[in-house]
């Protein structure tokens, strides 16, 4: 599996509250990393355009990240996860630090106001 990331300009924002995506199983499974390290801790995250089949290896993928199942919804063979990062989770430990010391961005930018990656 190759390695994905999350571009700079999403980093240079986090951490977010909310975030929804509605694709296919394999991006899901390869974005869970970038996602789960731009959730903020008591944020949430939406996961749709799932086989009912398939949302069991999708949740496996976020749970090892650090995310909560909050609910299931099923409808006409498609399902919907919404997932949290509890506030105690390493990462979102690391996202809050970040959100407090803004000398140190995801990003890698090193002043909040000089991010260029948001541009």
Do not use: K
């Not at 949740?59 to 506030?87: D, F």
């Amino acid at each position: 599996m190759r390695t994905v990331s999350a571009p700079r300009r999403f980093r240079c924002r986090a951490p977010y509250g909310l975030v929804f995506a509605n694709i296919l199983l394999e991006p899901l499974t390869q974005l869970a990393t970038p996602i789960a390290r731009l959730v903020a801790p008591n944020g949430h995250v939406v996961l749709s355009g799932l086989l009912t089949a398939q949302a069991g290896a999708a949740l496996a993928s976020y749970r090892a990240r650090g995310l909560v199942l909050v609910r299931r919804i099923r409808l006409e063979g498609w399902a919907t996860l919404v997932l949290s990062r509890p506030r105690s989770s390493a990462a979102g430990d690391i996202v809050q630090a970040n959100a407090r010391n803004r000398s140190f961005l995801p990003c890698g930018c090193s002043i909040a106001g000089a991010c260029t990656a948001a541009q």
